[in-house]
């Protein structure tokens, strides 16, 4: 009888195990994405058409101006 519940208590030990392996895999794979996703959004990686367009457009091909002022 001992024998018995030794051997069903390692059958269900392993499907928990191969289980739990399984959750542990695929939650490091969604916290992976999650604080990758944060980490770009904070270094500002991830942005919208909108806010690109609101910014002023640099124009670089122009010649510099010796007499102008710096930018405050």
Do not use: Y
């Not at 604080?35 to 091909?61: C, M």
Request: aromatic share 16%; proline share 4%.
């Amino acid at each position: 009888m001992i024998g018995v519940l030794f051997a069903v208590g390692l059958f269900f030990a392993r499907r928990i195990l191969r289980l739990a392996i399984k959750l542990a895999f695929v939650g490091a794979i969604v916290f992976a994405l999650f604080a990758g996703g944060l980490f770009g959004w904070w270094r500002g990686w991830f942005e919208t058409s909108t806010a690109k367009e609101q910014r002023p457009a640099t124009q670089t091909n122009q010649p510099r101006n010796s007499n102008r002022r710096p930018a405050r």
